[in-house]
Structure formats: C-alpha cells, structure tokens
C-alpha cells in the first residue's frame, strides 16, 4: 500500500458543488415546512378558485380565470422568493444558522444564490399546479412561453433580493410582521386580483412602478392577450432585481 493513501485533504469544495449542495438543502426545508406551503401552495391556489367561480371583482371581458392565472402565478412567485423566504431567513439568523454558515467556506453571494435557486426549484411545482387547477377551470393562455420563463426569472431575482434584504436587517419578529403586511397590500394593490385601472389615475401610476405590479402585468399581457415580450414591465424588474440583490449582498447581516 502506497504511503499517503490515507493522508487527508482538507480545503473547500469547488464552488459549484458547494451552491448545489446549499440549494438542495434549502429545497427540502422549505417543502417540509407546513407554513410555508400555507403561504406558497394552498393561498394562492385557493384565492385562484374562489374568486374564478364567484363573480367577486369586475375583470372586464372574457373569462375571469384568464385574468386572474397570471396574477395569482405572479402571487406564488411573491409568496416564495419574498414572504416565505425572508421569514425563513430572519428566523435562520436569529437562530444562528447563518452566523455558522458564515464560518464555512460557502461565500455570502453564494448563500443568496443557494436560495435564489431554491426558490426557483419551488416555483417550478407551484406553478405546474396552479397552471393544472387553472385549466381545469377553463384558462385558455396565449403568447410565447419563453417570455413567460423569463419574466417569472427576473421576478424571483426582484423578490429574492428584497427578501434577503429585509431578512439580514430587520430583527426576525419585526421581518415576520413586515413581510406579512407587505404580502397583503400588494395582493390588494399589486394587479393580482383587482385591476390597476380601478384604481385613481396618480395612485395606479406609482403602483405600476411596483414588482408584483410588472410582474402581474407582464405575464397578464403575453397570457391573456398574446402580447410580444413587455420590455417596459421585464425592465421594471430587471431594476428591482438589480438593487434588491446589491442592496442585500451589501447589507445582510449574518448575526
């Protein structure tokens, strides 16, 4: 036998194995926690059939369902890469789970992106359901499904970064509270189940600068209205993603 054999190598895993492995723990904590499919999985299917079956809100012509499924897909993409994750997160720092992490040799923008890419795997079940439960009630979509790919990328990329950014600053209590509320005002004023345009021309204007309003928008005119890509909305994005994850690589705080 060979001198060495059992010499050990110590050091840190190539990099890409190292986001892997973080992303692939960071799926199945957040599929076996019961509160969060509550808030990613159940709400936003359910919102989906009560408010397509009872005549609640005006949605102007055609179909409520074919208004309603792109908002309520733009609502799951909120639930989990801003509300789910960013109490998740707070309570992970609180703990001191990420003061550990942040002993590894896994890097700060690495751990967002473990996350950011758990919260993509996510998304690809919730959105295989509730694109299901909508057909069933009669959704007929449109457009190319390649906008559609990428405007649910830049909007997990926007809420992602807001998420970590509330979780590395706020204390976990305060993040808990503060997503929340955030979570019910813009499931209110986000475009997701009422219209914009019922909303003052001035007040509409500022909440059409919102993500989940872009977000909402964007998928509602290449689904519903077989519109080419929305660049104006899939730029609003692309803005929110940018100083969203800087403002969290910046700011998080691990302890």
């Known amino acids: 036998m060979s001198a ?22 960071e799926t199945r904590m957040l599929l076996r926690n019961g509160e ?3 808030l990613t999985v159940i709400i936003p299917a359910l919102l989906l059939v009560l408010f397509s079956a009872v005549d609640i809100i005006d949605t102007g012509s055609g179909a409520s369902v074919d ?11 909120m639930s989990t890469a801003f509300t789910g994750q960013a109490i998740a997160t707070g309570f992970e720092r609180r703990y001191g789970v990420l003061k550990r992490l942040g002993a590894s040799p896994l890097p700060r923008w690495a751990l967002m992106t473990a996350k950011t890419l758990s919260v993509l795997v996510t ?11 909508a057909l069933a009630l009669g959704w007929s979509p449109h457009g190319n499904p390649l906008s559609v790919a990428l405007l649910l990328v830049l909007g997990t990329a926007a809420f992602s970064g807001l998420g970590l ?30 219209p914009l345009d019922k909303f003052p ?12 309003s872009a977000l909402s ?33 910046r700011f998080f705080r691990w302890e």
């Open 4 to 25: 060495g054999t059992y010499t050990p190598r110590p050091g840190a895993a190539p990099l890409p194995r190292m986001i892997a492995a973080q992303t692939a723990l």
């Open 36 to 38: 969060q499919l509550l």
């Open 67 to 77: 208004f309603l499924a792109p908002g309520v897909l733009a609502l799951a993409v």
């Open 123 to 133: 998304e690809v079940l919730q959105i295989a359901l509730l694109t299901a439960i």
């Open 165 to 194: 950014l509330m979780a590395g600053t706020l204390k976990a209590e305060a993040t808990l509270a503060a997503a929340n509320l955030v979570f019910l005002l813009l499931l209110v004023g986000g475009g997701i189940l009422v």
């Open 201 to 212: 021309d001035a007040v509409r204007s500022a909440l059409e600068l919102l993500p989940v």
């Open 217 to 249: 928008g964007g998928l509602r005119d290449v689904l519903r209205h077989g519109a080419p890509m929305p660049w104006d909305q899939a730029g609003i994005l692309a803005v929110w993603a940018v100083l969203g994850l800087g403002a969290a690589a």
